[in-house]
C-alpha cells in the first residue's frame, strides 16, 4: 500500500472522529451521554476528538511510530466492543426517538470503529515486516 493512501486514511480517520463535535453538537447533546454514561459522557467524547487529533498528527510520520499504529490499534478494538455490547444490550430506536442525531450518532460509530481497527492493525503489520522497530 502506498503511503500516500495510508496518510490519507490516517487523515481521514482522525476527522472521522473530530465529527463527534458535530454529532454531539459541540458537547451539547445531552442524548448521548444519557444512553452510555460511561464510554460517551461529555469526557469521553473529548476524548474521541484527542484520539482523533492523534491520528492526524501522525499522519505523515506512521512509519515512524509503529507501536502507537499498534496503540491506535487496541484503541478501535475497545471502542468497537464498547459498542457492539451497547448495541446487544440497548435498543437503538429508543435513541432515535429522544434524537435523531444521537441515533445516527449511535447506528455508525462503532462500524467505524471496527473498520479503522482493520486499518491501523493492517498498518502495524505492514509496519513490522517492513522494518524491525
Not at 22 to 35: C, D, M, V
Not at 37 to 54: K, Q, T
Request: hydrophobic share 55%.
Amino acid at each position: 500500500m502506498k503511503t500516500q493512501t495510508i496518510t490519507k486514511a490516517f487523515l481521514i480517520a482522525g476527522l472521522m472522529n473530530l465529527t463527534v463535535l458535530i454529532w454531539s453538537r459541540f458537547f451539547t447533546n445531552k442524548t448521548i451521554p444519557e444512553f452510555d454514561p460511561v464510554v460517551l459522557s461529555n469526557f469521553g467524547l473529548l476524548m474521541i476528538v484527542i484520539w482523533g487529533i492523534a491520528y492526524i498528527a501522525v499522519a505523515k510520520k506512521f512509519y515512524e511510530v509503529k507501536w502507537l499504529v499498534g496503540v491506535f490499534a487496541i484503541e478501535k478494538f475497545i471502542y468497537g466492543c464498547a459498542w457492539t455490547n451497547w448495541m446487544l444490550h440497548n435498543n437503538l430506536s429508543d435513541v432515535f426517538k429522544k434524537d435523531t442525531m444521537a441515533g445516527v450518532f449511535y447506528a455508525i460509530y462503532g462500524i467505524n470503529d471496527w473498520l479503522f481497527f482493520v486499518f491501523f492493525t493492517f498498518v502495524f503489520v505492514y509496519l513490522s515486516r517492513i522494518k524491525n522497530n
